[in-house]
């Protein structure tokens, strides 16, 4: 099942329930470009490889690829979102709940983002969903518990693969190029490390656009009335919709996220940046294949502390880690209350 374009802008036109839905979803993919988006070009620029500019064209650009070409490979990241909650029974309750939780989402992303805390918007976005599924459906029924537990799988990917993966990557970087001259290699990385990344880009893409473009479909689905729509295709329309809008967000506050992942955080060398950049879309790759939806931040953010790790301890900003895995921790039941209590709020009100 799938909508085109024409239909959808008919009904965007006629159905204002529709037009609510689709402005809070875009707001929620505009929120997760300027808080989640930068995570993946924040090395290449603290790193000096390419301007900010530069980097946020990139990264709209790959981010688009990703979401395109691995949705066409493996759209299984967008099902798991989309299966992960029951919001069946009546359409037009469902879609309130759904609307609060997107609420809820802008809210608590805005505020990390007031602090310049990378948040996760993967997981913001689960905790919403789950939060107003629950205040859905009167207890923790609206949970699907089966496709929860890849939420669970997918925080120890991003966090004990993403740090060793980081770790391993400079280890192999540094022995391979020991013995070369440091001058010579300095342009190599820099080069690769524009190309690692756009490579995080595109695995942004392919992970936290499938994501929000499940939401998307079922927003859709619920305002025409249909809560038991069992499967679908992401229309074209859609990825670049969801693209440019997520590339405006980074372009609009991307520069306070990126300065807390890199500089604040690790102070990274050019190649250091690269086994960052590597180790970082490596685990995105390997998740979206098996797909389990992990946190792009949690995963760059990771990667970057096993850098940091493989030189000394001590290199790694351990206060900035401190704040960043606080609102790690937080965002489960922070966000998870927030949509549970906009839902309730929004049904009663409307």
């Not at 204002?16 to 993946?40: F, K, R």
Request: aromatic letters at 8%; proline letters at 2%; a positive charge.
């Amino acid at each position: 099942m799938t909508v085109s374009l024409s239909n959808f802008l008919s009904q965007l036109i006629s159905n204002p329930a529709l037009l609510i839905t689709v402005v809070l979803t875009l707001g929620v993919i505009l929120v997760n470009g300027w808080t989640d988006a930068p995570n993946a070009i924040a090395t290449c620029i603290s790193t000096r490889c390419i301007s900010p500019r530069k980097a946020i064209w990139m990264a709209a650009v790959f981010n688009f690829l990703g979401v395109l070409l691995m949705t066409m490979v493996n759209a299984t990241v967008a099902m798991t979102i989309y299966n992960m909650v029951d919001f069946g029974g009546d359409p037009h309750t469902a879609l309130i709940a759904l609307c609060a939780a997107l609420f809820a989402i802008v809210v608590w992303a805005t505020a990390a983002w007031v602090f310049g805390i990378p948040t996760s918007e993967s997981h913001a976005l689960i905790a919403g969903i789950s939060g107003a599924a629950i205040a859905l459906q009167g207890g923790i029924g609206g949970i699907n518990g089966g496709e929860w537990v890849k939420v669970l799988y997918g925080l120890v990917l991003s966090t004990v693969l993403g740090f060793a993966s980081g770790w391993v990557c400079v280890k192999l970087i540094e022995r391979i190029c020991k013995r070369m001259d440091r001058r010579k290699t300095h342009k190599f990385f820099q080069g690769a490390q524009i190309c690692g990344g756009a490579a995080m880009a595109f695995m942004h893409g392919a992970q936290d656009g499938q994501k929000f473009m499940g939401v998307f479909m079922l927003g859709i689905f619920l305002a025409n009335g249909q809560a038991d729509a069992s499967g679908f295709q992401i229309p074209v329309w859609m990825m670049i919709l969801c693209s440019l809008v997520m590339a405006l967000g980074t372009s609009i506050g991307g520069l306070r996220i990126i300065k807390a992942v890199g500089m604040d955080m690790v102070k990274l060398d050019k190649h250091q940046g690269f086994a960052a950049d590597l180790a970082g879309a490596f685990c995105l790759l390997l998740s979206s294949l098996t797909g389990i939806p992990v946190s792009t931040t949690h995963t760059k953010t990771t990667a970057i502390m096993g850098v940091g790790a493989a030189r000394r301890l001590s290199m790694v900003n351990w206060g900035t880690v401190r704040e960043m895995v606080l609102t790690w921790v937080l965002t489960f039941p922070g966000c998870g209350l927030i949509g549970f209590l906009m839902a309730e709020l929004f049904m009663r009100l409307f």
